[in-house]
Nanobody, 123 residues
């Protein structure tokens, strides 16, 4: 089992920045890939960024050059971060942290999900 707890969401003006964090515990070191997804009201959940245990990353086209995913570890916990710059109103969504054992692939299904954190970007 893996436990994921997000933090760092909030309200920000367009053009501003936010940093999301996710504390991952349990069998997290068995997970090869972690990621951030988001779901806006009335829309399907979309994958935003992924990172593997070697630090390889990939991003959705809509956030490339603006968002940066990173991870670090301390004791039995892995911390996943999403630095979001130049935020736009269309970035408004609930952001979810996730983890999976399968390999580095944009289309892979995630096994574990956090509860989400709200990000609201005002125009």
């Amino acid at each position: 089992q893996v436990q994921l707890v997000e933090s760092g969401g909030g309200l920000v003006q367009a053009g501003g920045s936010l940093r999301l964090s996710c504390a991952a515990s349990g069998s997290i070191f068995r997970m090869n890939v972690m990621g951030w997804s988001r779901q806006a009201p009335g829309k399907q959940r979309e994958l935003v960024a992924i990172i593997n245990s070697f630090g390889l990353t990939d991003y959705a086209d809509s956030v490339k050059g603006r968002f940066t995913i990173s991870r670090d570890a301390a004791k039995n916990t892995v911390y996943l971060h999403l630095q979001m710059n130049s935020l736009k109103p269309e970035d408004t969504a609930v952001y979810y942290c996730s983890a999976r054992q399968s390999g580095f692939s944009w289309s892979g299904r995630f096994d574990y999900w956090g509860q989400g954190t709200q990000v609201t970007v005002s125009s």
